[in-house]
Every structure is written in C-alpha cells, then in structure tokens.
C-alpha cells in the first residue's frame, strides 16, 4: 500500500506526541503528597478537558475512560485506513461481547461494564446479541460468538466464555493485520501474543494445571510456536529462561525468572513485557511514511492511560512511591 | 424485704418450705451452669481472637493484591473478569448443644475440591497475575473465614445464654429465697403467735374454769 497516505495523519500526530506526559511529570504525581495533588498535575495535560467532569480525584476512571473514547475517535478521523485502528479496538469489541454475553447469562444487565470504543457501537451490540443476529459481524467475530455459546452451553463454564473469545480476538487482529500487508504491525501483534503466551504459561504453572488446559488457552499465530509453551509447561522456572535463551525475550525472561524466585509474583514479568512492546514501538519514532506511527502513538497513549491509573490507584490507597514506580510502565517519550 | 402475700396457714408453710428447697437445688445448679458456661465462653473467645486475626491479615494481604490487579486493569476489563464466578461452594448448617446452648455447626462442600487451578472464571489475555494472586488468597482464606462465622455466632449465642442464666442465678440469689426464707419465717411466727394465743386462751379457760369449781 502507498505508505505516502500517512503522511499527514503523521504530521499530526507528531505535535500530539508532543503533548504526551513524559516520564518527568509522571514522577512529579507519584511523589504528590495527595491523590488530588496528583490529579492537579493532570491539569497541564491533554487530560484537563475531563477534569471539569469530576469532583474528586475518586472519579479518575472517568477521566480516563473519557480520554480513551476521545484518543480512539481522534484516531479514527485522522487515519486514511480505517482498518488500522480497528485493529486494535477489536479489543474492546471482544471486551463487550464477553460482557454481553456472561450478562445474557447470569441474566443482570451489566451495561455499565461496556466500553464505548469498539468498532460496533455499544448499543448495536446489544441488539445484535440480543436477537443473536450476527450477519452483519465480522465472519471470524461471528464463528467467535457461535462457538463460544457451544462450548459454554455444554459444560457452562464461564471461563470458556473468556477464553474462547481471547482467541477469536487475536485470530481476527492477525487476520486484519494480515489483510492490510503492514509487517511493523503483524509483528507488533506477534509479540504481543508471544508475551502473552508466556505470561499464560507462567500462570497456569502457578495454577498447577495441566497440559490440556494449557492448550486450550495458548494463542495461535505468535512467533514461538504452541510446542515450544507445551514442552516448558513441566521445566524449573530457571531452565525455563536458559531454553527460551535463543529468543528476543531471553533479556525480560531471565529478570522477571528472578524476581519471581524471589518474590513469588509475575508482576515483573507483566511490567517488562509492556516495556518490550513499547521499545519495539519506539522505532517509530523517527518514521515519517507508513501506518507505523498511528500504531505508535495509540500504543503511547494506552500505556500513558494505564499508568496514570497505576499512579492515581496508587495515590488513593496510599501506596509508597517506590511500589508505585516498580508498576509503571515504560513511557513513549 | 418483702414478704409474700400469703395466708400463714399451716399448708402455706407445707408449700412455701417445697418451693424454698426446689429454689435452692435449682440456684446451686444454675450457678453451676453459669460456671462452666462461662469457662466455656472463655476458651471460645480466644480462639475467635486468634482465627479473627488470621483471618483479617490474610484478607488484608488478598486485598492488597487485589488493590494491584486495579491499577493495573481497567475497572471494566476487571469486573468483566469476575462477574461470572466459576465455583460453587454449598454450605451445610447444623446444630451443636454446647450446655443446652444451640450453636451452628457448619459445613461446606466446593464442588471443585482438590482442583485449586480451576477457581479462576477469566481468560490470560486481558488480565493480570495480579488477580491470580488475590483470588488464591481468598481462596484459601474461606475454610477460615467460615469457621470464624461458626464461632463467632457461637460466642453470640452463649454470651447470651450466659447473660440469661444470670439473671435467673441472682433473680434467685436475691429474690426468690430471701422472699422465701421471709414468708416461711413469717409463717412460723404467726403460727407460734397463735400457738401462744391458743395456750393462754386454754390457760385462761382453765384457771376460771377452776375459780367457777371453787365458787360451787
């Protein structure tokens, strides 16, 4: 495809860029003596439009949720290829159909649970779930929903719920990557669903479970193939990084390996997963052609969303500092 | 102290003298009752202390996980994922008798008994470890938690009891006998009063019963 079509949704979004909350201010609300201390600093950001709405620094979900519909609608008006973004709002689509569908079940409504971002409107969804008229999704969403209510039905385990359309989703992210030819974004997702492999194996050793189940929550269409999670699932967690020793993720491996020997926990392991996939973004930075820099910046501003929650959650409940910066994800700029 | 409003008949006495005894054995058993309640009671408070303690300091560190699994998931992605529970755990009450108190016994089946992995009702994708972590925790919490409902509701139970046997202790401590002892004593004396009645009456009969054989 003509990478020049980006060129101005690029200009645009490099000014933006520059108004993302870099690493310094992040510091400066982490040190705050108070929750509302640190909402003030949000003051000289992108995100003083919401802070209108609230009235207490309790309500920055609302924040943040207002500024995450805004960032995707953004999106959406400056991209040439719509696609580009679907990609990655599918991920709220999946979201709301899990909801819909565990609503359906348990027979409450939980529409305060639903995220306005996806590609299909909330409320379109709602009827489409409702009647179970799926012609108008997407083939892979649609054979997603089907299987998802058989396999639910027939042993009604919620999980299944969750974990059927887990994979549906990245089955159909790779196949819209796929179909747009752009090999900066397959990749992004291959890692992606690389890393979220290993965490999977990671817990579901922590969880004791076996082989079978791991296979059912694997995901297809990483760069390391099933077998490779399937042979580990019984190895010591410090073989486990000697065998994965040839892969890129041999760096954050060893370390989080570490940690967990030390602490128990794979927090470590999530942190430095996000910090991966933000320094394969970061080669963006300086591209002035192609889909790559929208990718980029959403990425940037996801990651800016989740660490301003880590710092407001953090604040609110009194968390020390430290604790707090060990959480944060790496920034963008 | 008050007498009872009784006539001082001779069968009132008759009465009154069963009722002073049966008060008596059944204050010496209440107190007894009270005693061993109360040692009882004693012992249940400390172990309700000590689970009570545990209980919260494991509750707190499950929390804590939990307070970290939000900050780093979206309220919604974190709601979605544990909306629909996947274990089901019944729960069985039955009653104990502890000195005639009656405290539950409880009892509780999980269907997925000897399956810890499988508590969890969400996918990987979207959430953290985090939440495996404070899952678990309160997982494991709940034998615990259960037991300290159980023994919590007991101590309830015969605090009340013990508070109840009390007050029928000094109800009879303080009421009943000395009422007792007081109407028996008042009888008595009324009854000797007219035993003396009675005999100077006779006496008095009899002297002008002799003055009347003189004078003939």
């Known amino acids: 495809m003509d990478k020049l079509i980006y060129t101005q949704a690029i200009s645009r979004l490099k000014v933006l860029e520059t108004r993302l909350i870099e690493r310094t201010k992040m510091d400066r609300m982490i040190d705050a003596s108070s929750a509302e201390e640190a909402m003030k600093i949000l003051q000289e950001s992108e995100y003083s439009i919401h802070l209108g709405k609230i009235k207490r620094a309790e309500e920055y979900e609302v924040v943040l949720k207002d500024e995450l519909k805004r960032i995707y609608s953004l999106m959406y008006e400056v991209t040439p290829v719509k696609q580009l973004i679907d990609i990655m709002s599918l991920r709220y689509d999946y979201h709301n159909i899990k909801v819909l569908l565990k609503a359906k079940e348990l027979k409450t409504p939980l529409d305060h649970l639903l995220i306005d971002v996806g590609t299909i409107p909330t409320e379109k969804m709602k009827v489409y779930l409702e009647n179970e008229d799926y012609t108008d999704f997407n083939p892979i969403m649609r054979e997603g929903i089907e299987k998802t209510l058989i396999r639910y039905r027939n042993d009604l385990d919620p999980q299944m719920i969750d974990i059927n359309l887990d994979a549906y989703m990245y089955k159909h992210m790779v196949s819209q990557a796929d179909e747009l030819g752009e090999g900066f974004i397959s990749k992004f997702l291959k890692i992606s669903i690389d890393l979220i492999n290993l965490k999977t194996m990671f817990r579901v050793k922590k969880q004791n479970k076996e082989k079978d189940f791991l296979e059912t929550v694997i995901l297809q269409g990483g760069i390391l193939d099933k077998d490779v999670f399937m042979n580990s699932l019984n190895d010591s967690m410090d073989n486990l990084a000697q065998k994965l020793s040839y892969t890129d993720y041999y760096n954050i491996l060893r370390l989080s390996v570490e940690d967990y020997l030390k602490t128990g926990k794979i927090n470590t392991f999530e942190k430095l997963s996000d910090d991966f996939i933000m320094e394969y973004i970061k080669k963006s930075k300086f591209m002035s052609f192609g889909p790559e820099p929208l990718l980029a910046y959403l990425t940037a501003k996801e990651t800016e969303i989740k660490n301003i929650r880590i710092i407001m959650v953090g604040k609110l409940n009194k968390v020390a500092p430290e604790s707090i910066r060990e959480r944060l994800r790496e920034t963008y700029v | ?216």
């Open chain 2, 1 to 216: 102290m008050a007498k009872l409003n009784v006539n001082p008949t001779r069968m009132e006495l008759t009465t009154l003298k069963k009722r002073f005894s049966t008060a008596k054995r059944g204050h010496k058993l209440l107190k007894d009752k009270q005693d061993e309640l109360m040692r009882r009671f004693i012992d249940m408070i400390k172990e309700n202390n000590e689970l009570r303690k545990a209980v919260e300091e494991e509750l707190g560190a499950s929390f804590k996980d939990f307070l970290m699994a939000s900050a780093v998931m979206s309220t919604e992605y974190l709601e979605e994922s544990i909306i629909f529970p996947k274990e089901r755990i019944s729960l069985d009450v039955k009653t104990k008798n502890i000195m005639s108190v009656n405290v539950p016994v409880m009892e509780f089946k999980r269907e997925m008994e000897g399956d810890e992995g499988s508590i969890y009702p969400y996918g990987f994708a979207n959430t953290s470890a985090e939440l495996d972590g404070a899952l678990e925790r309160l997982y494991n919490v709940l034998p615990k938690l259960l037991m300290l409902a159980e023994v919590e509701k007991s101590c309830q139970l015969m605090a009340d009891e013990i508070e109840k046997t009390r007050r029928r202790v000094n109800a009879l401590e303080y009421m009943t006998i000395p009422q007792l002892q007081e109407t028996i004593k008042y009888i008595k004396m009324k009854l000797d009063e007219n035993e003396r009645g009675n005999i100077t009456r006779l006496m008095k009969i009899k002297s002008m019963m002799q003055e009347q054989e003189q004078n003939q």
